[in-house]
């Protein structure tokens, strides 16, 4: 069975560092494209961050570019999201999310919450 | 970036009848549209993928149709476990982006 768990979330101050993780089992994880996938409360979902099987290649949300580094350690079959200056704006859950032979972000974690306030 | 324009916003239907959900691209996202479902609290789950292909486990009632720039989810009777929010998703060009979503409400 396939498990993305997401964790690190939590309260930060404007301006503060924070970083997520995805612990996945249940599939070669290092033959997998991996997402974040954020989402503000009571709004949608916001694509964030892509990064590709062998860790080289990624790609981001002008929204999060510059700030955020998605990278990966498929020794440990864990992704992870590590996020600097850190703006109200960046209050959400944020998803992991695999993406499958095809593309698609075919199995979801359950989220890990992210809030940035004074 | 892609701009993916979903209505309507809200519908409000009963158990048993048809729901049919629009989704527009701002430019041709040719078959390369998903559609996920999400119910409160619970994260995302892929319905469609390629515009018409249902991914594993998703009951017939749910099909998907179009290309291009437009596209379609219909839900053919409406199950009290279908009311949710529906998003659809373009993979055709860096970012992904999301629709705004339409929320199947009970009438």
């Known amino acids: 069975e396939v498990q993305l768990l997401e964790s690190g979330g939590g309260l930060v101050q404007p301006g503060g560092s924070l970083r997520l993780s995805c612990a996945a089992s249940?599939?070669?994880?290092?033959?997998?494209?991996m997402s974040w996938v954020r989402q503000a409360p009571g709004k949608g979902l916001e694509w964030v961050s892509n990064i590709n099987a062998g860790g080289v290649t990624t790609y981001y949300a002008d929204s999060v570019k510059g700030r955020f580094t998605i990278s990966r350690d498929n020794s440990k079959n864990t992704l992870y999201l590590q996020m600097n200056s850190l703006r109200a704006e960046d209050t959400a859950v944020y998803y992991c999310?695999?993406?499958?032979?095809?593309?698609?972000?075919?199995?979801w974690g359950q989220g890990t919450l992210v809030t940035v306030s004074t | 970036e892609i701009v993916l324009t979903q209505s309507p916003a809200t519908l409000s239907l009963s158990p048993g009848e048809r729901a049919t959900l629009s989704c527009r691209a701002s430019?041709?996202?040719?078959?390369?549209l998903a559609w996920y479902q999400q119910k409160p609290g619970q994260a995302p789950r892929l319905l469609i993928y390629?515009?018409?292909n249902r991914a594993t486990g998703i009951p017939a009632r749910f099909s998907g149709s179009g290309s291009g720039t437009d596209f379609t989810l219909t839900i053919s009777s409406l199950e009290p476990e279908d009311f949710a929010v529906y998003y659809c998703?373009?993979?055709?060009?860096?970012?992904?982006?999301f629709g705004g979503g339409t929320k199947v409400e009970i009438k």
């Open positions: 430019q041709s996202v040719s078959n390369y």
């Open positions: 998703q373009q993979r055709r060009n860096w970012p992904l982006t």
């Open positions: 249940g599939f070669t994880f290092s033959s997998y494209a």
């Open positions: 390629d515009a018409s």
């Open positions: 999310a695999n993406r499958d032979n095809s593309g698609w972000l075919d199995y």
